[in-house]
Protein backbone atom coordinates (compact mmCIF):
# COMPACT_ATOMS: atom_id res chain seq x y z
CA UNK A 1 0.00 0.00 0.00
CA UNK A 2 1.38 3.04 -0.91
CA UNK A 3 2.10 5.80 1.81
CA UNK A 4 0.28 8.57 2.39
CA UNK A 5 1.23 11.68 1.22
CA UNK A 6 1.12 15.31 3.58
CA UNK A 7 -1.98 16.36 3.69
CA UNK A 8 -2.92 20.49 4.01
CA UNK A 9 -3.38 21.44 7.36
CA UNK A 10 -7.06 22.19 8.83
CA UNK A 11 -5.81 25.16 11.03
CA UNK A 12 -4.58 27.17 7.66
CA UNK A 13 -7.97 26.37 6.24
CA UNK A 14 -9.99 27.75 9.18
CA UNK A 15 -7.42 30.55 9.49
CA UNK A 16 -8.34 31.26 5.70
CA UNK A 17 -12.08 31.07 6.38
CA UNK A 18 -11.97 33.21 9.07
CA UNK A 19 -10.07 36.04 7.33
CA UNK A 20 -13.22 36.05 4.58
CA UNK A 21 -15.02 37.70 7.64
CA UNK A 22 -12.25 39.81 8.87
CA UNK A 23 -14.50 42.71 8.73
CA UNK A 24 -15.55 41.27 12.31
CA UNK A 25 -13.03 42.69 14.84
CA UNK A 26 -12.51 38.89 16.92
CA UNK A 27 -12.95 37.14 13.79
CA UNK A 28 -10.08 39.25 12.08
CA UNK A 29 -8.18 38.36 15.98
CA UNK A 30 -9.03 34.83 15.00
CA UNK A 31 -7.55 34.29 11.57
CA UNK A 32 -4.35 35.96 12.61
CA UNK A 33 -4.10 33.20 15.76
CA UNK A 34 -5.45 30.30 13.55
CA UNK A 35 -2.57 31.43 10.96
CA UNK A 36 -0.24 31.82 12.86
CA UNK A 37 -0.91 28.23 14.67
CA UNK A 38 -0.63 27.19 11.20
CA UNK A 39 2.55 27.77 10.72
CA UNK A 40 4.10 26.14 13.91
CA UNK A 41 1.93 22.73 13.08
CA UNK A 42 3.68 22.60 9.98
CA UNK A 43 7.01 23.48 10.35
CA UNK A 44 6.75 20.95 13.15
CA UNK A 45 4.99 18.48 11.26
CA UNK A 46 8.22 17.30 9.33
CA UNK A 47 6.79 17.49 5.68
CA UNK A 48 3.55 15.96 6.81
CA UNK A 49 1.50 19.50 6.64
CA UNK A 50 1.54 21.52 4.20
CA UNK A 51 -0.72 24.55 4.01
CA UNK A 52 2.15 27.01 4.62
CA UNK A 53 1.25 29.54 1.97
CA UNK A 54 -2.31 29.45 3.08
CA UNK A 55 -1.58 30.40 6.64
CA UNK A 56 0.32 33.50 5.17
CA UNK A 57 -2.48 34.24 3.38
CA UNK A 58 -4.93 34.14 5.96
CA UNK A 59 -2.69 36.25 8.27
CA UNK A 60 -1.90 38.69 5.97
CA UNK A 61 -5.90 39.16 4.84
CA UNK A 62 -7.10 39.00 8.46
CA UNK A 63 -4.52 42.05 9.27
CA UNK A 64 -5.26 43.95 6.35
CA UNK A 65 -9.09 43.72 6.68
CA UNK A 66 -8.99 44.27 10.57
CA UNK A 67 -6.88 47.39 10.17
CA UNK A 68 -9.22 48.93 7.49
CA UNK A 69 -12.46 47.75 9.31
CA UNK A 70 -11.16 49.06 12.64
CA UNK A 71 -10.58 52.35 11.38
CA UNK A 72 -14.09 52.28 9.33
CA UNK A 73 -15.77 51.42 12.67
CA UNK A 74 -14.11 53.84 14.74
CA UNK A 75 -15.01 56.66 11.88
CA UNK A 76 -18.46 55.94 12.12
CA UNK A 77 -18.91 55.79 16.05
CA UNK A 78 -16.81 59.01 15.68
CA UNK A 79 -19.63 60.47 13.40
CA UNK A 80 -22.70 59.16 15.55
CA UNK A 81 -21.43 60.84 18.85
CA UNK A 82 -21.09 64.10 16.58
CA UNK A 83 -24.60 63.47 16.14
CA UNK A 84 -25.53 62.50 19.60
CA UNK A 85 -23.84 65.87 20.38
CA UNK A 86 -25.29 68.13 17.77
CA UNK A 87 -28.78 66.92 18.64
CA UNK A 88 -28.23 67.48 22.59
CA UNK A 89 -27.14 71.15 22.17
CA UNK A 90 -30.34 71.73 19.58
CA UNK A 91 -32.53 70.33 22.47
CA UNK A 92 -30.91 71.98 25.59
CA UNK A 93 -31.29 75.57 23.26
CA UNK A 94 -34.64 74.64 22.73
CA UNK A 95 -35.58 73.95 25.56
CA UNK A 96 -33.99 76.98 27.62
CA UNK A 97 -34.14 79.62 24.49
CA UNK A 98 -36.88 81.68 22.25
CA UNK A 99 -36.59 78.52 19.66
CA UNK A 100 -39.70 75.81 18.50
CA UNK A 101 -41.51 73.95 20.92
CA UNK A 102 -38.90 72.87 23.54
CA UNK A 103 -40.73 69.60 24.62
CA UNK A 104 -40.28 68.04 21.19
CA UNK A 105 -37.29 66.18 22.15
CA UNK A 106 -39.01 64.74 25.33
CA UNK A 107 -41.50 61.68 25.23
CA UNK A 108 -44.82 63.15 24.98
CA UNK A 109 -46.05 62.79 28.63
CA UNK A 110 -43.16 64.99 29.55
CA UNK A 111 -43.77 67.82 27.02
CA UNK A 112 -45.66 69.88 29.32
CA UNK A 113 -43.13 69.48 32.15
CA UNK A 114 -40.62 70.41 29.68
CA UNK A 115 -42.34 73.22 28.70
CA UNK A 116 -43.14 74.79 32.10
CA UNK A 117 -39.18 73.84 33.71
CA UNK A 118 -37.67 75.60 30.54
CA UNK A 119 -40.03 78.49 30.76
CA UNK A 120 -38.93 78.76 34.81
CA UNK A 121 -35.10 78.60 34.25
CA UNK A 122 -35.50 81.72 31.59
CA UNK A 123 -37.06 83.66 34.05
CA UNK A 124 -34.40 82.68 37.22
CA UNK A 125 -31.38 82.79 34.35
CA UNK A 126 -32.02 84.41 31.15
CA UNK A 127 -31.95 82.92 27.71
CA UNK A 128 -29.43 80.60 27.23
CA UNK A 129 -26.73 82.10 24.90
CA UNK A 130 -24.55 78.82 24.25
CA UNK A 131 -24.25 75.28 25.23
CA UNK A 132 -21.09 72.74 24.70
CA UNK A 133 -21.44 68.69 25.49
CA UNK A 134 -18.56 66.31 26.11
CA UNK A 135 -18.90 62.48 26.35
CA UNK A 136 -20.49 61.06 29.98
CA UNK A 137 -21.38 57.53 30.26
CA UNK A 138 -23.39 54.77 27.86
CA UNK A 139 -25.50 52.50 29.18
CA UNK A 140 -27.26 49.78 26.94
CA UNK A 141 -30.87 48.93 28.24
CA UNK A 142 -33.11 46.02 26.68
CA UNK A 143 -34.57 48.82 24.57
CA UNK A 144 -31.16 50.79 22.79
CA UNK A 145 -29.09 52.98 24.68
CA UNK A 146 -28.96 55.79 27.38
CA UNK A 147 -26.20 58.27 27.38
CA UNK A 148 -25.24 61.18 29.94
CA UNK A 149 -23.36 64.33 28.46
CA UNK A 150 -22.20 66.95 30.84
CA UNK A 151 -23.24 70.45 29.43
CA UNK A 152 -21.63 74.02 29.87
CA UNK A 153 -24.40 76.35 29.46
CA UNK A 154 -23.91 79.95 29.30
CA UNK A 155 -27.00 82.13 29.87
CA UNK A 156 -27.73 85.48 30.28
CA UNK A 157 -27.11 85.93 34.07
CA UNK A 158 -24.28 83.23 34.41
CA UNK A 159 -22.43 80.03 33.76
CA UNK A 160 -23.95 76.51 34.71
CA UNK A 161 -22.51 73.22 34.68
CA UNK A 162 -25.01 70.43 34.25
CA UNK A 163 -25.93 67.09 32.60
CA UNK A 164 -28.15 65.11 30.69
CA UNK A 165 -29.48 61.57 29.95
CA UNK A 166 -31.16 60.60 26.71
CA UNK A 167 -32.26 57.67 25.50
CA UNK A 168 -30.48 57.20 21.45
CA UNK A 169 -32.64 55.07 18.80
CA UNK A 170 -31.33 54.72 15.33
CA UNK A 171 -32.74 54.51 12.10
CA UNK A 172 -32.71 51.17 10.76
CA UNK A 173 -31.75 51.90 7.44
CA UNK A 174 -29.13 54.77 7.83
CA UNK A 175 -28.26 54.29 11.05
CA UNK A 176 -28.41 57.53 11.75
CA UNK A 177 -28.91 58.20 15.71
CA UNK A 178 -31.70 59.99 17.47
CA UNK A 179 -31.80 61.42 20.82
CA UNK A 180 -35.21 61.83 23.59
CA UNK A 181 -34.51 63.72 26.35
CA UNK A 182 -35.06 61.84 29.69
CA UNK A 183 -33.66 64.30 32.35
CA UNK A 184 -31.70 67.43 32.68
CA UNK A 185 -29.62 68.83 35.76
CA UNK A 186 -28.19 72.49 36.44
CA UNK A 187 -25.64 72.67 38.68
CA UNK A 188 -25.80 71.23 41.99
CA UNK A 189 -29.04 72.49 43.35
CA UNK A 190 -31.64 69.87 43.31
CA UNK A 191 -34.37 72.06 42.34
CA UNK A 192 -32.70 72.63 39.27
CA UNK A 193 -33.86 69.43 37.84
CA UNK A 194 -36.16 68.25 35.22
CA UNK A 195 -37.88 65.55 36.13
CA UNK A 196 -37.96 66.40 39.95
CA UNK A 197 -40.36 67.62 42.64
CA UNK A 198 -41.48 70.84 41.48
CA UNK A 199 -41.51 69.71 37.77
CA UNK A 200 -42.84 65.86 37.84
CA UNK A 201 -41.60 63.56 34.89
CA UNK A 202 -44.97 62.94 34.24
CA UNK A 203 -47.91 65.51 33.37
CA UNK A 204 -51.39 64.61 35.67
CA UNK A 205 -53.48 66.78 33.48
CA UNK A 206 -52.77 64.25 30.42
CA UNK A 207 -55.41 61.59 29.11
CA UNK A 208 -54.74 58.48 30.80
Not at 75 to 100: D, K, M, N, Y
Not at 105 to 124: C, L, Y
Not at 134 to 158: I, K, N, P, V, Y
Request: hydrophobic letters at 40%; glycine letters at 12%.
Amino acid sequence: MAANGPRRDPAAIAALVASVFACCPLLSLIGVLLGSLSLIRVRASAGALTGRGLAWTAIAISVVVGIGSSSVLERFASRVQIEISSQTRLATTQLFGEGPDPGAWWPSEMGSGARAFGARIRSELGELKSVTTSQGDTQWTGTGAQETLRLHMTFERGDIIGATRVAISADPRTWTPTISMRSIELGASPSLGFPGAVYPAVDDTSPR
